[in-house]
């Protein structure tokens, strides 16, 4: 079993920063892969960035490629998704998710494959 809890979200104007952090407890050895998603209002839940368990590689969705980087301190069981250059559309509750299954850059986005969810944190870029 695995707990997520995030921290780090808030307001911003378009062209800040900002970063999340989503603490990790499990109670297993084994790493499960870390995803970020998050979820506008009126809109399903998209994957932003994940963390690969098995090649520690990460993969992003192309609306945050090059603004956005996820990363894991392990000595912290901590991971966190560093955001720059926020625009308006990133404005959104960002969620923290964690998995054992088998992720590989088809799939990492899917909602279904997510096996805990962290209880979110909302970001909100103005223009």
């Known amino acids: 079993q695995v707990q997520l809890v995030e921290s780090g979200g808030g307001s911003v104007q378009a062209g800040g920063s900002l970063r999340l952090s989503c603490g990790v407890y499990r109670y297993t050895d084994s790493r499960p892969s870390m995803a970020w998603f998050r979820q506008a209002p009126g809109k399903g839940r998209e994957g932003v960035a994940v963390?690969?368990?098995?090649?520690?590689?990460?993969d992003y969705a192309d609306s945050v490629k090059g603004r956005f980087t996820v990363s894991q301190d392990n000595a912290k069981n901590t991971v966190y998704l560093q955001m720059t250059d926020l625009k308006p559309e990133d404005t959104a509750m960002y969620y923290c998710?964690?998995?054992?299954?088998?992720?590989?850059?088809?799939?990492?986005?899917?909602?279904?494959?997510?096996?805990?969810w962290g209880q979110g944190t909302q970001v909100t870029v103005s223009s």
């Open positions: 963390l690969y368990s098995s090649s520690k590689s990460a």
């Open positions: 998710a964690a998995t054992y299954f088998l992720l590989r850059p088809d799939n990492w986005y899917r909602v279904a494959n997510v096996q805990y």
